[in-house]
């Protein structure tokens, strides 16, 4: 049983006072406020900090701990997790276990058949998926919830904020669109990925009629991301299907 648990990574500086983004990992967020301290793992020890200011940004933490104010100090703790002590770990409630606790359990089927240990959770904020580490050596994802009704939030990025959130109900097929949906990190979720494209010129007529004055910013900021993104995660070269729609 691990002795502390994960309740966020630092992703990133805020500002240079020596504040910090933290991505949390924990179920409730708003737990931050309530916290004293919490245990950074460096990679080469354990430091225990005190939490001197907690904000909220969109789905972030943002943090200020006691004695650090400069920017130079905290830079080097990027990617680095926070954690607590079971002590100050939030109460379960009944079937609820810690994602520590889990890893390393033996998954069988329904009939008893091995099929291996629990390696990893992901957390995708919509379902969690378990990694099991099969016997003969390849790895597999399963829904946490496959075949249940799921609760998600899409994030709207012209109103910059999360729209209401949506029940959705498991069905025999479902159509995901949108750039970032083909991320590597969902890939192995879908049986079948559709790239679909145009001629820049195409892009550029389509984007001009759908946003208007708003299509400076997109050729400015978006595009360029957009690409970038693109190349990184090798997106269409990964897709299954490439629909040109150019001349539609």
């Known amino acids: 049983?691990?002795?502390?648990?994960?309740?966020?990574?630092?992703?990133?500086?805020?500002g240079v006072r020596g504040e910090?983004?933290?991505?949390?990992t924990t179920d409730d967020p708003a737990r931050f406020k309530k916290l004293k301290n919490v245990i950074l793992d460096t990679?080469?020890?354990?430091?225990?900090?005190?939490?001197?200011?907690?904000?909220?940004?969109?789905?972030m933490v943002i943090l200020k701990f006691k004695g650090i104010d400069d920017i130079?100090?905290?830079?080097?703790?990027r990617k680095k997790s926070l954690y607590v002590t079971r002590e100050n770990a939030v109460k379960l409630k009944k079937d609820e276990y810690f994602i520590a606790d889990l890893i390393g359990m033996k998954v069988s089927t329904d009939e008893g058949e091995e099929l291996g240990t629990l390696s990893d959770v992901m957390q995708t904020g919509a379902n969690d998926v378990y990694v099991i580490s099969m016997t003969d050596?390849?790895?597999?994802?399963?829904?946490?919830?496959?075949?249940?009704?799921?609760?998600?939030?899409?994030y709207a990025c012209r109103e910059g904020s999360y729209l209401p959130e949506q029940c959705v109900p498991p069905a025999p097929l479902y159509i995901l669109e949108g750039s970032y949906s083909h991320h590597p990190l969902l890939a192995g979720f879908y049986d079948l990925k559709v790239f679909v494209t145009c001629s820049k010129e195409e892009q550029?007529?389509?984007?001009?009629?759908?946003?208007?004055?708003?299509?400076?910013?997109?050729?400015r900021r978006w595009i360029p991301l957009e690409e970038i993104?693109?190349?990184?995660?090798?997106?269409?070269?990964?897709a299954d299907l490439l629909w040109d729609t150019t001349n539609l």
């Open 1 to 14: 049983m691990e002795d502390l648990l994960q309740v966020g990574v630092i992703t990133t500086t805020h």
């Open 20 to 24: 910090v983004k933290v991505f949390p």
């Open 43 to 59: 990679g080469k020890e354990k430091l225990e900090l005190e939490i001197a200011g907690v904000k909220f940004f969109k789905n």
């Open 72 to 77: 130079n100090d905290v830079e080097k703790y």
């Open 137 to 154: 050596g390849e790895e597999v994802l399963v829904p946490a919830q496959a075949g249940a009704a799921v609760r998600s939030r899409a």
């Open 204 to 219: 550029a007529r389509r984007l001009q009629a759908r946003e208007g004055e708003r299509y400076e910013n997109f050729v």
């Open 229 to 238: 993104y693109f190349a990184q995660c090798r997106i269409e070269a990964l």
